[in-house]
Structures are given as C-alpha cells and as structure tokens.
C-alpha cells in the first residue's frame, strides 16, 4: 500500500511540475489545487480545463461555457453555448448560433458567422466553417484560404492537411497551395 502511495505521491508531484496545477473534483463541483495540495480554485465549477501557462482557463456553469484566471477570478463570465481553449490570444466561442473569436478581455474581435472552428489559431491561421465548406482566416478574420475543403486540420507547422470533397487529401501551405505529401518537408520544430 505505501509503494501505491508514494508513486501516487511522484505521479501527481511530476503532473504538477508539467502544469500550472492539478484539477479536483469536490462533491461534484470541479476546481484545482497547488502542489501543496491548498484549493486554489474552489470547485464550484461544473467543469474546469486547465490552459496553457499564458492563457485562461476553460470553466463550464450552468451548460454555459466563460474563463478564469488561476485565482478562479472570472475574467469572461459563462455565456456561451462552446468554447475552445486561447490560442494565440484568440477563442473560438460559441453565441448558440454561430461562432466567432473573443480576445482575453471577452472583445469579440472576429465576429459570429462561423457555423464550426475545429481548433482555433495556430501559427496565425484559423479553420473555420460555413455551409459545410471549410477554409483558413487570419487574426484580422480575412478569408486567406477559400472555403473550398470538406475537411481543414490546423496549421501545426508551416502545412496544414486538407480534405477535399472529392476525397482527396492534400497538404497546403498558408497561402492555400497544394504540395503532395512527398513534395514537402514538414519542420514541426
């Protein structure tokens, strides 16, 4: 039972050191804790996601989706109907209709015309969707990239994979061209 304890101890000791802290669950409610195991964030939430160390925190009340900062202070109040995690300063939320993009202080700065957004901006690109047909926008949320694929996968590196609507798949840099996969070498460092 001690070894059980002591790797528990290393497990949760190491997640935390990865991490800002750990998440707990506390008569159904969600909140987090520091290394030293002290409540920083009452669970009060209905469900908390833990963001990158430069980026807000994802919390759900209510079936309504808003953000906190690691002192559980609400920066964005729960009001969406989806939320996705900041990326590059952006997250794709949203209103019950349609998405858009709100920056950290809660500013909608893209506005909701998106019927879907698979991950949000990466490497300054963004997938969004309309009428089924996808595409790429920038931080300003100009079309860069024509709504002309089935399928867009974001921008991990300087390609993105697409999927056409004839079932082909293709990689393509940010100014929209195809490269077969052989064609390019793919520097995710």
Known sequence: ??????ILAIIFLYSCSRTKFAIVKLNGKFGTINRKGKIVIKPTWDYILQGSKEELNL???DSLYGFVNDKGDIIIKPQYKEAHFFSEGFAAVNNGKK?????????TVIPFIYD??????NNGLSDVTINDSSG???????????LIYRTCYPFMSAYAEVE???GEEWLIDKKGRKH???DVSVNTG
């Open 1 to 6: 039972m001690r070894n059980h304890l002591v």
């Open 59 to 61: 919390v759900e009340k």
């Open 99 to 107: 998405y858009g993009f709100i920056n950290t202080k809660g500013d």
């Open 116 to 121: 879907d957004v698979f991950m949000g901006f």
């Open 136 to 146: 790429y926008i920038d931080r300003q949320g100009k079309l860069v990239v024509p």
């Open 164 to 166: 056409t609507f004839d």
């Open 180 to 182: 077969g996969y052989g």
